[in-house]
């Protein structure tokens, strides 16, 4: 069984932040985008164990210079699971 090690490195870029989806479907390619990403990670791996850093802007996280968060999510996803499924 393939695992990947993954750390999340939380830092603040010196680059302006990102700005909000203009739209639902602008939104929608951020997630997608995002999640082409992530799934990448656990291709691009030949060996059986890997380790991968994954930098997080803390502003993307509703965290910065204030004292208190201040997210503004710009979506919501809704997932569901069904533990009658049987495992093999």
């Known amino acids: 069984m393939k695992r990947v090690d993954i750390t999340y490195r939380y830092e603040t870029r010196d680059t302006p932040a990102r700005p909000r989806p203009s739209d639902s479907n602008a ?3 951020r997630l997608n985008d995002g999640n082409r990403a ?3 990670l656990l291709e691009n791996s ?3 164990h890997a380790e991968r850093i994954i ?3 803390l502003r993307d996280l509703g965290l910065g210079d204030t004292k208190r968060p201040n997210q503004r999510p710009f979506a919501a996803i809704l ?3 069904d533990a009658r499924v049987q495992l093999n």
């Open 79 to 81: 997932g569901c699971s």
């Open 55 to 57: 930098s997080v802007d």
């Open 38 to 40: 992530f799934a990448a």
């Open 27 to 29: 939104a929608l390619d």
């Open 46 to 48: 030949a060996n059986e």
